[in-house]
C-alpha cells in the first residue's frame, strides 16, 4: 500500500469542483440570518460528491483490484483515507454539542446526562448510525451531522470492491443497480413527492442506500466510458470547457430558478447533470497555472465537509443570533467572512493533521504487512534455500 498526497491527483478540473461544491454545503448549513441568496440546493453537492466517488475510486483502484489488491487492503486504504477526518470531526461535534446544547438551547433530547453522550460518541467511533440503535435523535449522526455520508460512502467503496474481487463487477450488473436504485428513486421522489435527502435522517436510512447507488455505481459506469473513449495526452489545454463545465456546476447548485428547487428536477440533475460533469470535467485539461488552485480545493474539500458543521452549530446560539440580527446590513458578508475562516482552519487541519496521521498509519500498515510476508511459511523456504 502506497501512500498518495492528495497533490498528485490526475484531475484538476474534478479537483477543484469538489472544493467548489465543499464550500456550497458549508453556506447551505450556515443559519438563516447569515444564508447567502446563491446557495439555494448545496446539498445537491453530496450527490456530486457520490458520482465523483465512484469514478474516482473505479480510476484508482479497478485494476489494482481485479489483479493484486486484495479486499481487505482496499478496505483498510479505504479507513486510512476517511477515517481521521471524520474521527476529529465527530471529537469535535461532541464538544461543541455540548457546549451549545448545554448553555444556549436548553432543549429536550439536548439536554441529555452524560452517560448519553458518551453514548452517541461511541456510536460515533464505531460509524453507527443511531438507526440501528436505540438512540432516539432524528439524525443519523448527530454530533457530525454530515457525516452520514462517509457511511454510505464506506458502504459503496466496500461493495464494489466485493463486486470486483468476485469478477461479477460487468457493466449489466452496475446497470441493474443503477436502475434498481433510480426506481426506488423516482418512486418516492417524483411520485411520492418526497425530497432527495435520504441519509441524513433516521427516516430515509434505507433509501440512503438507493441514493449513494445509483450516483457512486453511475460514477464508476462513466469512468468506464472516460477509459475508453479518452484522446491521448496530445489535446491541448483550452480555458472554454473547463469554464462551462464549472459555470453548470454553480448554476445548478445555487438554483437560480423555481423549476430547480422541485424533486423531480434534483433527481434530473444527479442522474444527467452530474454524470456529465465528472465525464468532460475528467477529459478536460486546465492550464497550468491553474494547477495549484486546483489542488488546494481538491485537498481542501473532504476536512471542510466533515469539519465545518460542528462550528455553524455554535453560530446558533442565541447571543450570536442578536448580534446578526443588530447587524442586518453585514449579513451576507459575515458569512463569507466565516466560510473563509472555515475553509482556513479545514485547510490547517488537513496539512498539518490529518496527512501526518494518514502518513503513519500506511507506514505501520506496511510494516506489519511485510512482517507477514517475512514471517510466512513461502518466504521461509525461499530463505532457507538460499542459505543452502
Known sequence: MHFTPPKHHRFLLLDALRGIAALFVVA????????????????????????????????????????????????????????????????????????????????????????????????????????????????????????????????????????????????????????VSFALLFANVVAAGRPLDFGP???????????????????????????????????????????????ALLVILSAPFSLMHTGGFHLFEASVCFPAIVYYGAAARVPHSFARVSTVLGELSYPLYLLHFPFILLMNARRFLSFAGAHAALFHWIGFVLISIFAFVAWQVGEHIELPIRRVLTRQYNSYKQGLAQSSPKASKQNTHSAT
Open 28 to 179: 447551505v448549513h450556515l443559519p438563516t440570518a447569515l444564508s447567502l441568496p446563491f446557495t439555494a440546493e448545496g446539498q445537491l453537492a453530496v450527490d456530486f460528491f457520490f458520482c465523483l466517488s465512484g469514478f474516482v475510486i473505479a480510476f484508482s483502484y479497478e485494476k489494482r483490484l481485479s489483479e493484486s489488491v486484495s479486499f481487505k487492503d482496499f478496505a483498510i486504504a479505504r479507513f486510512i483515507r476517511l477515517y481521521p477526518i471524520y474521527a476529529i470531526g465527530s471529537l469535535i461535534g461532541l464538544i461543541f454539542s455540548i457546549l451549545t446544547f448545554r448553555f444556549a438551547f436548553h432543549s429536550d433530547w439536548l439536554q441529555m446526562p452524560w452517560l448519553s453522550w458518551t453514548y452517541l460518541l461511541t456510536l460515533a467511533i464505531f460509524l453507527w448510525p443511531t438507526r440501528l440503535s436505540s438512540a432516539e435523535p432524528s439524525f443519523n449522526y448527530p454530533l457530525n451531522v454530515p457525516a452520514w455520508s462517509i457511511f454510505y460512502e464506506i458502504a459503496a467503496n466496500l461493495a464494489y470492491a466485493s463486486l470486483v474481487r468476485l469478477r461479477i463487477a460487468r457493466n449489466w450488473v452496475l446497470l441493474s443497480i443503477v436502475s
Open 201 to 247: 435522517r433516521q427516516a430515509g436510512f434505507g433509501l440512503g442506500f438507493a441514493r449513494v447507488a445509483f450516483s457512486f455505481f453511475l460514477g464508476v459506469l462513466i469512468y468506464r466510458a472516460h477509459r475508453r473513449t479518452r484522446s491521448s495526452e496530445e489535446k491541448r489545454t483550452r480555458w472554454f470547457p473547463s469554464v462551462m463545465i464549472t459555470a
